[in-house]
């Protein structure tokens, strides 16, 4: 590993080894911090190492992230910018008077210091991390050194698996399946003549693993959304990259409506949540299908109503405290939560993304944000780099749509050239023309 110049990094490779400059040393430190202390919170360990530690470690993580803004940001409009997103994001939290809006400004300093950083070294970076922090506490369980008793309801016996939560281990799993996949398969390449050459998948043994394991976690967790969202990954991952069937649309209309899901989704969830009716027969057995999700987020909304920036939303989930009420859709609690503008930014920023995973035929990416779509029906990893990496693919997606609009000026630089080539030639021939009748 060689440390070099961090604006010629971009630029030259060290055919020896990887390159990696300071500032991403900086960056890929405080993301690995920022992963075990999350993961410590939800598992047997938060015990061991308790809540104020991690406090500690979350604020050391935000300065180092803002360190890097500050080393790596050599423009003042880019220093400007991040220190104004983050006082608006200071001022959301102030709206709401709670400590709970500390999540945004900690994953806006995550955004901002991912500049100038490979997407794909943070897949990387975040896959093995998962991998280590995640295999630790199944591991302690299924030894049977330390395992938490199984939470028990009617007719459903589920295993916590050491983490706080049964669906858990179901959910942060997914994300090292969207890290894996992407981090195995290599961009498409053009070989001699323009033609694309063979591309680099993830072999069918990692498929296998992975289907695998979703499929043991179904078994012990008994979690059907997850279990759903990272089988169907694969199953697309599987179809689109390695039988090559065009399930994305290529054309530019196709690919607009595409990128549009995540606002689609987003209203479609609003409209069928506020207007619950549990009386209705066809609208009951949905609440029943989506684990009372929608009666859940219903009564958010009718609580607590749509705000420009967001209300604090009291949660229980604690059955023996009360009456049990947790929204899960990211959609609805983003929306209730962060209020409406934050909540546009977020859909903004995914369909940005979508958009040029699309138009640079980035499909991996694409089955990874359209999965994520539809599981934030469900559940809330939109602002979660633990259970989501695709959060910060927003500077690579800018990087392809730059990209993209010089390689269109080019191609309409050459375009004119070659109209003004063959009317200068025109011109030319019909100045001969003129010389012999003369």
């Avoid at 990887?18 to 911090?33: K, P, Q």
């Avoid at 920022?34 to 360990?45: C, P």
């Avoid at 003042?76 to 104004?84: E, G």
Wanted: aromatic fraction near 14%; proline fraction near 2%.
């Amino acid at each position: 590993m060689v440390i070099n110049n961090y604006r010629q990094e971009r630029i030259k490779f060290d055919m020896r080894g990887i390159r990696v400059s300071a500032e991403e040393i900086i960056f890929y430190t405080g993301l690995i911090l920022w992963l075990a202390q999350f993961y410590i919170s939800r598992t047997i360990f938060l015990d061991l190492f308790g809540g104020r530690l991690l406090t500690a470690v979350r604020y050391f993580c935000m300065l180092i992230f803002a360190l890097k803004i500050f080393l790596s940001e050599k423009t003042v409009h880019m220093r400007a910018a991040a220190v104004f997103i983050t006082a608006a994001a200071v001022f959301v939290v102030v709206q709401r008077q709670v400590n709970t809006g500390m999540p945004l400004i900690q994953v806006l300093l995550m955004i901002f210091a991912a500049r100038d950083v490979s997407f794909r070294r943070i897949c990387k970076v975040s896959l093995w991390t998962c991998v280590a922090l995640w295999v630790l506490p199944v591991m302690i369980d299924v030894m049977g050194i330390t395992q938490l008793e199984r939470d028990v309801y009617k007719e459903r016996v589920r295993e916590f698996l050491n983490f706080n939560y049964v669906s858990y281990a179901s959910i942060y799993f997914n994300n090292i399946i969207f890290c894996a996949l992407y981090v195995f398969t290599e961009p498409r390449r053009l070989g001699k003549g323009g033609r694309a050459a063979a591309q680099k998948t993830a072999p069918w043994p990692l498929i296998f693993l992975l289907s695998a394991v979703c499929v043991w976690l179904l078994k012990e967790t008994d979690t059907t959304f997850p279990f759903a969202i990272g089988m169907l990954f694969i199953a697309l991952y599987v179809i689109i990259v390695k039988f090559r069937i065009p399930l994305i649309p290529s054309s530019g209309t196709g690919k607009k409506i595409l990128s549009s899901c995540y606002a689609v989704l987003a209203f479609v969830t609003y409209l069928v949540c506020k207007n619950y009716n549990w009386r209705i027969p066809w609208q009951k057995k949905m609440d029943d299908f989506s684990h009372s999700r929608i009666s859940l987020s219903f009564l958010g909304i009718r609580d607590y109503g749509v705000h420009l920036f967001g209300v604090q939303i009291k949660e229980n989930t604690d059955l023996s405290q009360g009456r049990y009420f947790y929204i899960d859709s990211g959609y609805i609690k983003n929306l209730i939560g962060y209020g409406l503008i934050v909540f546009i930014m977020i859909i903004v920023f995914y369909s940005v993304i979508m958009y040029a995973a699309l138009l640079e035929h980035d499909r991996v990416l694409a089955i990874w944000l359209f999965c994520v779509a539809l599981y934030s029906i469900f559940n809330n990893l939109l602002l979660s780099v633990s259970e989501n990496a695709g959060l910060l693919a927003i500077w690579y997606a800018i990087g392809l749509l730059k990209w993209n609009r010089k390689k269109v000026r080019r191609r309409r630089a050459e375009l004119k050239e070659y109209r003004m080539s063959l009317l200068s030639g025109e011109q030319a021939g019909k100045r001969e023309q003129i010389e012999r009748t003369a």
